[in-house]
């Protein structure tokens, strides 16, 4: 069974994606196939190129071309720090040339005749204070001394080192050990005359990786040769290996000819990364590990990086994950993702699971059907996702159903909560106010509630307390409560909070942190006071004390009930209260998210997910952070306007010498960078000239500094790194002097010291004699000028006494007026915070008005729609009338042309009963007839009746009174009644 020894290191367990970083060959500018990497102690990158040695610095890239246009195939880094180059026809190592230029040398200067014979280098080993080049049939033995030879009797199959030591299989004699110029065979090597070894890479100082013909995988590790597991040989069947390493967390690394990479556990079988994980196509030919733990590889198409245990991922870009993520939510189905781009739900699971990440962590992320619209919040309830989009809330179906129901909101929807206190409502921010979404079980369904909060605008987050209340952010400053969420009545509902009520100007987040709601601002962090309605700054997570918060940038609690907080200086989480207290926990990992804009966070019980403006990240929590060391900053080249003075040095020798120049040589630039290679935040850099300022720079991100018009004198240039995580690393230096010109110069002052003390010797022994006459009689002079100047200076005392009792009594003047323009400042200062405090009440007043203002002008748009209302009311009325009016013509005009009609035969009726009753004898018939005429002259009666009704209706009924027999009348009603009735 393979068994590799890996002292105090831990197998990580679970952890995020591959983290793939790619050069390609337009980034650096060469040709696409690169043969072999290894890093400097300095951390620069060494890339075995077609073309010669690329040397990137973590900012730019450089060419180190061959002698001969040769190709470096092989690259190693010896005991002392050189890079060792084995090339097609030449073996050497990088160097600086006179200008401190990272330039080749080789061991072979003289063009001897070994030089001529010299075979293509297979492999580079390196064995205590020796350095081994091997070929097809030689060994260079590279000493800190000499070059030696070495000719072995057989070809050489393959090589390796362990502990120290070279060992080289020879064919039809097996494995040896090298010693002294000697092959020693080894115990049980002779199994490899047989059974010839096809691949041999040092994973580490003391194991060995071999593979032979007939397909078997060794490790050969303290003069023992263990099998490989079964398991991890049969999954690498079929494919080549070309390049391997054994990682610092006890994974074997292997670079595969068909491309990708088998990341091997003992016992297990391999995993693969290829192209879908972000790996560039073709061959890997060589891998190195950094002193971060990530791997380097050198491929057929360009440059990776690849941090298998990074506690901070990203999906690669094979997911199908596109655009920033503005939210995120974790259902049953899946995570769903929200971008700019649409929306995305997540699938399958991480190819690279077995090597380092979780089983759950998905490695597909596909388009939701029909979404395609940005996305800016997202809610999981009532076992459905919730969509706010554009002007839309989306309900996705539930999983086996088709097609979203698309509720229109009519403005920007902003963020989504589900109520606490009230079960199955929603709360919809928007551009226009909030709203209400409410489910209705009976159908299963959600419906756009009724009630909608008018009087608010430009609504962010939001935030319930226990009670039921409302806060929202509120853009572009101040915050909203809302005691009673969405009723009809505005009237002391809402109230509008912003600096006068003690916020700061800006974006206020309100979040409900365990029973209580805090303020989260760029300042710090708030509370509302209820007593005194106002706010105030302070420790409203109950942290302990000495935990502070400023600079707030994103802040929010998960259902673990955890607070994740990032601002300007850390970035880290807060955990439950455990009753000591509560204390932010920093993860410099975090760090790298620092510079971009954070919306949501999503947390299970392995990792959380953030949701940023540059994509979606996974933080592991059982990813172990290494201890990165700060990177020391390399000075790359300090030129002047006339030459470069150096040009970044070699590996082992990148710190620049004490340089001293002329006067005319005052302007200096300097390239510099850090090779800390940051996967996410870019590094910052501060640097100063000690001698012309003692004050360091801003950080920025430029990577050079020039200084002009500089005097003589020694000058220090000194400059350091931050880290995306907020890591400085250490200080480096380079010391320039500049001589001052020659007539500034020690030996020109010594030369004007000495012309000095001749010329004073030579005047002064010439005029000493005259300057004894010439004093002589000035002495007689000032003896007489002296009496002349006592009397002067008598004259000027009373003068000047005179002048200070003046000057007395203008200070007393001058005092004074001081003093009344004391009082008069005074007043000033009075009546300016009175009119101030004016100020202030006319802004008050103003704003009472702009908010009755706004209150009329809603009243006048209600007037306006009832006036509406009453005309379209009014015109319907005028048509129903005129609709009447001609119905009730007619109706007229109808019994009218009917009477007529009637009348007609009633008078025939009539005249024929008249008739009839003249020629009948008989008493009852006549009797007959006499009903018969009653009846007829009253139907006749009520036909006239109807006639005059007509009129009547018309207005043309004139009334003539007329007498009337009563007794008649009341005689006919007894025959009426039994006729009728």
């Not at 999983?399 to 589900?418: D, E, K, M, Q, W």
Request: glycine letters at 8%; proline letters at 5%; aromatic letters at 8%.
């Amino acid at each position: 069974m393979w068994i590799l020894y890996t002292p105090a290191v831990a197998v990580a367990q679970d952890g995020g994606y591959p983290v793939v970083h790619r050069y390609s060959p337009v980034v650096y500018g060469h040709n696409p196939n690169n043969l072999d990497v290894v890093q400097s102690v300095e951390g620069l990158l060494y890339v075995a190129n077609q073309e010669g040695i690329l040397e990137h610095d973590g900012s730019t890239w450089r060419l180190i071309s061959l002698p001969g246009r040769r190709t470096p195939n092989l690259l190693m880094r010896d005991a002392n720090g050189r890079i060792l180059v084995g090339a097609s026809g030449d073996i050497g190592y990088i160097a600086s040339d006179s200008l401190y230029r990272p330039t080749f040398v080789s061991f072979f200067p003289d063009q001897s005749l070994e030089r001529n014979r010299f075979e293509t280098v297979e492999s580079i080993h390196r064995a205590g204070k020796s350095s081994f080049f091997t070929s097809a049939s030689r060994i260079y033995e590279v000493t800190p001394d000499t070059v030696l030879t070495h000719v072995p009797s057989a070809p050489i199959q393959a090589s390796f080192t362990n502990q120290d030591t070279l060992f080289v299989s020879l064919w039809g004699r097996g494995l040896t050990r090298f010693v002294g110029g000697r092959f020693i065979d080894v115990s049980s090597g002779n199994r490899f005359a047989r059974d010839e070894i096809v691949h041999s890479s040092a994973l580490n100082d003391s194991t060995a990786l071999l593979i032979t013909a007939s397909g078997a995988y060794l490790t050969y590790r303290r003069n023992a040769i263990a099998p490989w597991s079964p398991i991890s040989v049969a999954s690498l069947q079929g494919k080549t290996i070309r390049s391997a390493t054994l990682l610092s967390s006890g994974i074997a690394a292997l670079g595969l000819e068909e491309g990708g990479l088998a990341l091997v556990k003992p016992g297990d079988a391999a995993q693969f990364l290829t192209y879908k994980d972000g790996l560039p196509f073709g061959a890997i030919n060589g891998i190195t590990e950094d002193s971060r733990g990530r791997l380097w590889l050198a491929t057929e198409n360009g440059v990776a990086r690849v941090s298998i245990t990074a506690a901070l991922s990203s999906p690669p870009e094979s997911a199908g994950l596109m655009g920033s993520v503005a939210a995120l939510v974790q259902t049953p189905a899946g995570l769903y993702v929200g971008t700019d781009r649409g929306l995305f739900l997540s699938s399958g699971s991480a190819s690279s699971s077995a090597a380092g990440s979780p089983p759950g962590l998905p490695s597909r992320f596909d388009p939701v059907p029909g979404i395609d619209a940005p996305v800016g919040s997202l809610l999981f309830t009532q076992n459905n996702v919730l969509v706010g989009s554009g002007d839309d809330v989306l309900i996705l179906p539930r999983p086996g159903a088709t097609g979203f129901v698309r509720i229109n909101i009519g403005y920007p929807v902003r963020s989504l909560l589900a109520s606490e206190t009230r079960e199955g409502v929603v709360f919809v921010a928007h551009a226009g106010g909030l709203s209400e979404l409410l489910w209705v079980p009976q159908g299963d369904r959600w419906v756009k509630g009724t009630r909608v909060q008018k009087n608010l605008s430009h609504l962010l987050g939001l935030a319930e307390t226990v009670g039921g209340e409302l806060w929202a952010s509120v853009a572009p400053s101040g915050v909203a409560r809302i005691s009673a969420p969405l009723e009809d009545s505005l009237s002391g509902i809402v109230t509008i909070y912003d600096e006068r009520a003690g916020l700061p100007v800006g974006l206020i987040q309100p979040l409900r942190v365990g029973e209580n709601v805090v303020f989260a601002a760029r300042s710090g962090m708030y509370s509302y006071l209820p007593e005194v309605n106002r706010f105030s700054p302070g420790n409203s997570l109950g942290l302990a004390s000495g935990s502070s918060l400023s600079d707030i940038r994103f802040m929010e609690e998960t259902p673990q009930k955890s607070v994740w907080i990032f601002t300007g200086d850390l970035a880290g989480v807060v955990p439950p209260e455990d009753g000591a207290g509560r204390r932010i926990e920093v993860i410099e990992s975090l760090q790298q998210l620092a510079d971009t804009r954070i919306a949501k966070v999503e947390c299970d019980d392995s990792g959380c997910w953030f949701a940023t403006d540059r994509g979606l990240f996974r933080y592991a929590f059982s990813i172990l952070e290494r201890d990165a060391e700060s990177s020391q900053t390399l000075i790359r080249s300090i030129e002047t306007p006339r030459r470069t003075l150096f040009g970044g040095g070699s590996s082992g020798k990148a710190a620049p010498p004490v340089f001293e120049l002329e006067i005319d040589e005052n302007s200096l630039y300097f390239v510099f960078a850090t090779p800390f290679y940051e996967e996410i935040a870019e590094v910052r850099h501060q640097f100063r000239l000690v001698g012309l300022s003692p004050d360091w720079s801003d950080w920025t991100l430029n990577t050079s500094a020039r200084f002009s018009g500089l005097q003589e004198g020694t000058y220090a240039f000194e400059v350091r790194a931050m880290s995306g995580t907020g890591r400085v690393g250490p200080v480096s230096t380079a010391q320039i002097t500049i001589s001052p010109p020659w007539f500034r110069s020690l030996w020109a002052f010594a030369l004007y010291a000495i012309f000095f003390a001749v010329s004073v010797f030579v005047a002064g022994k010439s005029l000493a004699t005259y300057h004894i006459a010439q004093l002589e009689e000035s002495n007689d002079r000032l003896a007489a000028n002296l009496n002349a100047q006592t009397q002067a200076v008598e004259e000027q005392r009373r003068q000047l006494q005179a002048h200070n009792q003046q000057l007395g009594a203008s200070n007393q003047e001058i005092l004074l007026q001081r003093r009344q323009l004391e009082i008069r400042h005074e007043e000033l200062r009075k009546s300016k915070m009175r009119s101030e405090e004016q100020a202030e009440l006319m802004a008050s007043q103003n704003r009472n008005l702009e908010i009755q203002q706004r209150e009329v002008d809603r009243q006048k748009r209600l007037l306006a729609k009832t006036n509406e209302a009453l005309e379209l009311s009014s015109e319907r009325a005028a048509l129903f009338a005129s609709q009447a009016e001609e119905a009730t013509n007619a109706k007229s005009r109808f019994l009218a042309n009917m009477s007529h009609e009637i009348r007609t035969p009633m008078n025939a009726i009539i005249g024929f009963a008249d008739l009839l009753s003249r020629r009948s004898n008989d008493a009852e018939t006549k009797k007959y007839v006499e009903h018969i005429q009653a009846s007829s002259r009253s139907l006749l009666t009520l036909i006239n009746d109807i006639l005059d009704l007509s009129k009547v209706e018309a207005g043309k009924l004139d009334i003539t009174p007329q007498p009337m027999q009563l007794f008649s009348l009341v005689e006919e009603m007894p025959l009426l009644k039994r006729l009728y009735f």
